[in-house]
């Protein structure tokens, strides 16, 4: 099945204007960054988390504590008989006990993946409390997850997908909706 470009609903401004605006408001709904950690979601969602870090360093002039999480075996289709997954490193140096920690990720869809990595969170200790970022959220949800913080709400269709494109690998800061044609 091959993909073809159907709109870009963010450019590389577009972006940037997102996450100044919910790196603002996480700042105000937790009141600061203390005992604030931002964990990211393997791949897109470590970029999104590093920026956002990035900006509330410079905001908050402290540092943010700051970790990379891969949900891979907490899938709840990792036994279906899919082929081998490559599992990634997760990279969580502190204990997340009582910590208000901010998942982000890049694309919200059915809220699978988000499930599977507050699965695996609570491995590393029970925080506080988990918050969700993201910069897209397409609805189409199976489980009721719902994010806190969101760049952009998009209406796709859900035969649609969602590409999210990072300069951190090469290629210029954009959202694309594509649509499958066979």
Avoid: C, W
């Avoid at 491995?123 to 913080?149: C, N, S, T």
């Avoid at 760049?151 to 999210?164: L, N, S």
């Amino acid at each position: 099945m091959r993909l073809k470009e159907k709109e870009t609903v963010m450019d590389g401004e577009e972006i940037e204007r997102a996450l100044v605006r919910i790196t603002h408001e996480m700042l105000e709904r937790n009141k600061g960054v203390q005992d604030l950690v931002l964990i990211g979601i393997r791949t897109g969602g470590v970029y999104l988390a590093e920026r956002v870090r990035a900006k509330m360093e410079q905001i908050e002039k402290v540092k943010v504590p700051f970790g990379i999480i891969d949900i891979t075996l907490y899938r709840d289709d990792f036994a279906m008989g899919l082929p081998q997954p490559l599992v990634g490193k997760t990279e969580i140096p502190f204990s997340l006990r009582d910590k208000k920690v901010i998942l982000v990720d890049d694309v919200l869809y059915t809220g699978r993946t988000v499930r599977a990595a507050m699965d695996a969170l609570i491995d590393f200790g029970r925080p506080k409390f988990i918050q969700l970022a993201v910069l897209i959220d397409r609805g189409h949800r199976e489980l009721p997850i719902q994010a806190d913080y969101v760049g952009k709400k998009v209406i796709t269709a859900p035969q649609d997908d969602v590409m999210v494109s990072f300069h951190e690998v090469g290629d210029p800061d954009r959202v694309v909706i594509q649509e499958k044609i066979p």
